[in-house]
Every structure is written in C-alpha cells, then in structure tokens.
C-alpha cells in the first residue's frame, strides 16, 4: 500500500484491511471495528468490499428517518472513499466510515454522476464493554445488496435501508425468512467477505423485498457466496476449530436443499467461484504447521469440482501463494481472474488463467495504490490517470485481463 496520499480512499484504513495476518487470524467477515476512549473517539480499519449486480429498488413507506447529514452543520473537510462494491461495469456504491457512522453514495452511469451522501449514525450505541486496553469496541459491519439496498449490523443488531441510506428500518422485522429462494429474487454474492450477512440472501429487484434462507442453522457463519451462471449458489462456512476443514456448501434449487462437503483440513479458503451447478473452484491458502509461525510462501491451492462438490481435485497451478484475502471470479469465456498485490504493495494486479488454472498471466494493467476488489465476473484495480492528480482517481475494471474499462470515484 503506497504511503502517498490517495483521495480516493482512505490509505491507511484499506492498508490495515488488505495487509492481514497470518490466514488463521483473517476475521472473515467485513468487520469495522471502533473503539472510544472516555476523552475522544477514534476510527479503524474498513475492508473494501465486492457485490452482485442487483437492480434499483423503491423506498419504503413509513420508515424511520435515519440518515442524512445535517445541511447546518456541513464537513469540514472532503469525504474520502475508504470501502468500494462494484455492482457491475456501470453500477457501484462508495462508502465513507467515520467514527460511529457510515455513509454511502451510489452510481449507476459509470460513475458520471454519484447520488448524495446518506448516512446511518451510531451515536454512544456504538460503544460497548471496554477491552483489555481501555477502548470501548463495537461490532459494525455492512452488506450492499443493491444500488439503493444496504444492511448494516452493530453488535448484532441489523438495520436495513431500501432508499439508498436515507432511512432505515429493523432488518429482524423487515427481511422475510424463506425456506427457498423466489424465482424472481436475486441471491447476493459476498465472494470475499460477507459483512452483515450471516446467512444466505436474496432481493426482488421489482418490489424491494429481501429475503433470507431459513435453514442452515447448524453451519457456522457463512464467509463466502458465489452464484454459478445457472443460479446455483455457492458457499463457504469457516470451521470454528483451528486448523479445522472449512465446509463448502452448494445448492441447485434456489436453496431448498444442500450438498455440502469438505475442503482439505490443512488449506484456508480463500473464495468460491461458481461455473455452474457442477462445477467450481476453490482458491485456497495453505495452512503453516505452526499457527503461529510465517505463512507458507510458494504456489497457492486451487481446486475444482466438476460433480456439484462430490469431490474436490487439486490442480497443479503455478499462482503464487500469498498471505492475504485476494479477489477470485470466474470471468469472460470461463477466464480465471485473481487481484493481487504487488511486494511492496505499492501496486495492484490481476492474473489471469484460460486453461483451468493450470497456468496464470500477470496483467500489464497495473493499479498504482494498491487497492483492488470484485464482482461476480470482474475484478477492478485502483490507481489515478494522472498520479500528481486526485480529482482523475478512479477504478479499472476488466472480465478478461486483457480488456479494461474505467469508473471514475465520487470527489
């Protein structure tokens, strides 16, 4: 992660979320922390987050006014980028965390133009049992489920908006537990980290309903979701013992039933990405034998399913191994795309495979600040066009690795 200013996003908060730990210690969810002292509050780190294309969604009548900033009391300096989920080459949602609060801003046309900020604030509910070290620390995550569809969680309590952050409602009462997905609902990927989501969701792009699968309740938190090209979905629940085997879990009827098996007990998984009902590819870390020691440097593990997770074949790639969450889609022509950080994470790049992983390019595209993330069937870097200057800051985004389209972020 470059140490120059990058008004795009908040450097120093995407560093401390994409240079992670040893595997073992990667919290595998999109978890902010924050935490108070009794004089003064201060903020930590957000992880920049990937979606699903989902369509646009109408606000709800009757909520409770939330959000908004204050037109009396503008900001004082200019709002900085610090989580990004591409929704696809045109649509994307920006997120600013601050202490106790997070705002959003949405695009639709390629990032031409960017919606208000809206924002859900936390207040003193924010702050929670101090820690051993004095500070007061408070759960906050976030899941985009659309353009104008997010849902928060804060120590447990989930709050979901329809109207793009301007107002909010208790997600216990709103979201409409299912035993199956409806036809025409649209399951939501959390490919890398899947924030407020603790199970399974969906959304009606028509009329707004979100919906949650019922089942599941003995699996531990879900970590991963992908959705195959023929809908079947894909995903991944992290063992709650060390060193355990993660469980993969796949269903082809829209979640009314699973098949789930096993990743080798001596791998972390990284991210699912789904072909089809059939077939799929894990992309893998290999575990150190000690917990505690340095992470396994060498080839990373890939394995495919080609019997809707029967079995799960190791392929002989020669992707390198790194110690960090890294985006992982199926592409343009079934492409294999992979973000990665350059060693001195000063750059961002992608890898890209078209013979089953065996063998993965290195992109010429390069993102110069070391940002990076995903979307079902893209990967995006993030960089400037012109490096003396922050107002040409934007994201690339490619299906391929060879192509490249731009989206330029909210100012």
């Known amino acids: 992660m470059s140490d120059r200013e990058f008004s795009g996003f908040d450097t120093e908060r995407v560093a401390a979320a994409v240079r992670q730990p040893p ?29 699903l294309l989902l369509g646009p969604l ?14 009396t009391n503008p900001p004082v300096e200019p709002r900085a980028v610090s989580g990004l989920v591409l929704l696809s080459e045109r649509s994307a949602v920006a997120v600013e965390e601050s202490t106790c609060r997070l705002s959003f801003t949405s695009t639709s046309d390629t990032g031409r133009t960017w919606s208000d900020w809206h924002s859900i ?25 659309g353009v104008r569809t ?115 007990p001596n791998v972390m998984v990284i991210a699912v990405a789904g072909v089809s009902g059939d077939e799929a590819y894990l992309l893998a870390q290999p575990r150190p034998e000690d917990p505690n020691g340095p992470p396994v440097v060498g080839r990373a593990r890939l394995l495919h399913t080609t019997d809707g997770g029967r079995s799960w074949t190791d392929i002989d790639t020669d992707l390198p191994s790194t110690p960090m969450f890294r985006p992982f889609t199926v592409g343009m022509d079934g492409t294999l795309l992979v973000g990665d950080l350059a060693g001195d994470g000063r750059g961002s790049y992608v890898w890209s495979s078209r013979d089953g992983g065996r063998h993965f390019t290195r992109s010429a595209e390069v993102g110069h600040e070391g940002t990076f993330g995903a979307a079902r069937g893209l990967v995006w870097l993030g960089g ?17 690795g060879r192509q490249w389209s731009r989206l330029p972020l909210p100012r």
């Open 23 to 51: 595997l073992d210690t990667l919290r595998s969810t999109a978890r902010v922390r924050r935490r108070r002292r009794s004089a003064g509050r201060g903020a930590a780190a957000v992880i920049v987050l990937v979606g």
């Open 58 to 71: 109408h606000p709800e009548r009757g909520a409770v006014d939330w959000a908004g900033p204050d037109p």
């Open 121 to 145: 604030e936390f207040d003193d509910t924010c702050v929670s049992t101090p820690d051993p070290n004095g500070f007061g620390v408070s759960d906050i995550r976030y899941t985009v489920l």
């Open 150 to 264: 997010y849902l928060v969680s804060i120590d447990g309590r989930s709050l979901l908006s329809t109207d793009a952050g301007r107002t909010w409602r208790d997600a216990g009462t709103t979201v409409t537990d299912v035993p199956s997905f409806p036809k025409d609902a649209r399951p939501v990927s959390c490919q890398e980290f899947c924030g407020a989501t603790r199970r399974p969701l969906a959304l009606d792009p028509a009329g707004g309903r979100v919906y949650r699968l019922a089942g599941e309740s003995g699996l531990p938190p879900l970590v991963k979701l992908d959705l195959a090209g023929d809908g079947a979905l894909w995903t991944v629940y992290r063992s709650p013992v060390d060193g355990g085997a993660d469980t993969i879990a796949r269903s082809a009827d829209r979640g009314a039933t699973w098949r789930t098996s096993s990743a080798p």
């Open 384 to 400: 400037r066009d012109d490096p003396a200057d922050p107002r040409t800051i934007s994201i690339r985004i490619t299906a391929d």
